[in-house]
């Protein structure tokens, strides 16, 4: 008995044309990077670095925070190096874009674009100076000084998040353009399969010729 193939409709709302693709993709790049910025700007404006504010009792603390490395403080002396870091990964999700088809793709590159750009305009316009600056965070999980988890901003939040998405897709095989790798091994299949019954029809018509010749 000839077995059905699962194959996701066209009118599946994962899958959807590359303008709205690209439209999503940049509106939550967008919206991760406005506010980024704005949470920084009230962080800045508001917190004082010595009385980290309690919320949730106990389980989230404001404390500000200006951190010249990476996670956990890595590479505090090599500021320079992240700029450059996050022009090449902007550049790949731009590339990766392209093909951009796929509405979960569009939300976790998206993520990730907001991420890293909310990032990169402290590395570019605050002290102490440009391509130098200090990335400003303020979100402390269960300890006002960091020391459970590193202390983060909402542009870390979106980046991690968009990550995580972004392999969650690639481990259940959805490709950017919408499709999965299930379904092109089914179609490959597939069209292995009629090659094979394409000669194999061609070899049966030519015995049959060559027994009435």
Not at 55 to 83: E, Q
Not at 180 to 190: F, I, W
Request: negative net charge; glycine residues 10%; proline residues 4%.
């Amino acid at each position: 008995m000839e077995e059905t193939k699962q194959v996701e409709p066209e009118h599946s709302p994962r899958v959807i044309g590359h303008g709205r693709a690209v439209a999503i993709f940049a509106g939550m790049a967008s919206f991760a990077v406005l506010l980024d910025v704005v949470t920084k700007e009230i962080a800045t404006k508001q917190l004082d670095p010595d009385e980290p504010v309690r919320l949730l009792g106990g389980g989230l603390y404001l404390s500000l925070t200006r951190n010249s490395g990476a996670a956990f403080s890595l590479f505090r002396d090599h500021t320079w190096i992240f700029p450059i870091i996050a022009v090449g990964v902007l550049s790949w999700i731009l590339w990766a874009s392209r093909s951009l088809r796929s509405l979960p793709w569009a939300l976790a590159l998206g993520s990730i674009m907001g991420g890293v750009l909310g990032n990169l305009l402290d590395r570019i316009f605050r002290a102490p100076g440009t391509f130098h600056g200090h990335v400003v965070d303020f979100l402390s999980l269960f300890d006002p000084y960091g020391r459970t988890w590193p202390i983060f901003n909402v542009a870390d939040m979106a980046l991690v998040g968009g990550v995580c998405l972004a392999i969650l897709l690639e481990l259940t095989g959805r490709q950017r353009d919408g499709s999965r790798l299930s379904q092109r091994d089914d179609e490959k299949k597939a069209a292995e399969g009629d090659a094979r019954e394409a000669d194999s029809a061609a070899a049966h018509s030519e015995r049959g010729s060559q027994a009435w010749s």
